[in-house]
């Protein structure tokens, strides 16, 4: 991309955008992991895109199809305790730190406490650059409960606010106070990068 493209690019991701969780193939034979990268493109389609080295593009690709889920922002953490699974084959399940159920067309497990779960069927994949781009039709979509939504912002835009911030400004704290619980043990040792984080859950105040 070209310098103003790249601009615009953080302009565009100064809206908090949501991370979600992708679930695909089955307990048997599956994985469960976060992304960030998707948008819908109208008439019941989806787009999201996927690194290409890593082996979670090609369970997708292969697969055609995934279940996604959206995260309570009480769960955020989740968000990159899984960050790992993007180079795994498969997981298994039981080892999770939260129940699952199936999804209710194609019978991927899905976390129990998804706000919302969309059924994706995939319809076209292009290698654009380092990541795959997926277009996906939307097979089917359940809402379970209403809330708060988990999102992130871009880096720079973080950093903006941090120089804006001042003495008593109590949302931006909390907001840091929140990215440093949800990421903790982001950057892990590979010794210790697959032994399971214990979740410890937050009230609603700390995790806005």
């Known amino acids: 991309m070209s310098f103003l493209e790249r601009r615009a690019g953080m302009v565009i991701f100064i809206c908090p955008r949501p991370i979600m969780l992708v679930s695909v193939g089955s307990r048997e034979d599956g994985n469960?992991?976060?992304m960030n990268i998707l948008g819908n493109l109208g008439n019941g389609y989806?787009?999201?895109?996927?690194?290409g080295e890593r082996l979670a593009a090609g369970l997708?690709?292969?697969?055609?199809?995934?279940?996604?889920s959206s995260l309570p922002l009480s769960e955020g953490a989740l968000a990159y305790q899984l960050a790992n699974h993007h180079t795994k084959k498969s997981i298994d399940w039981s080892q999770l730190p939260f129940a699952t159920m199936t999804s209710?067309?194609?019978?991927?497990?899905?976390?129990?406490?998804?706000?919302?779960?969309?059924e994706l069927e995939i319809e076209s994949v292009r290698a654009i650059g380092s990541?795959?781009?997926?277009?996906?039709?939307?097979?089917?979509?359940?809402k379970f409960i209403d809330g708060l939504e988990f999102c992130s912002i871009h880096g720079f835009y973080q950093a903006?606010?941090?120089?804006?911030?001042?003495?008593g400004d109590e949302e931006l704290e909390i907001s840091l106070a929140g990215d440093v619980f949800n990421k903790r043990g982001r950057?892990?040792?590979?010794?210790?990068r697959d032994v399971p984080i214990k979740m410890i859950p937050l009230n609603d105040k700390l995790n806005r």
């Open 32 to 34: 469960i992991f976060p």
């Open 46 to 51: 989806l787009g999201f895109a996927l690194r």
């Open 60 to 68: 997708v690709e292969r697969a055609g199809r995934i279940a996604l």
């Open 104 to 118: 209710t067309t194609f019978n991927i497990p899905v976390p129990e406490f998804a706000q919302r779960v969309r």
């Open 131 to 142: 990541h795959k781009f997926f277009i996906a039709r939307i097979i089917r979509e359940d």
């Open 160 to 167: 903006w606010r941090l120089r804006k911030l001042k003495g």
């Open 187 to 192: 950057h892990r040792s590979e010794a210790f």
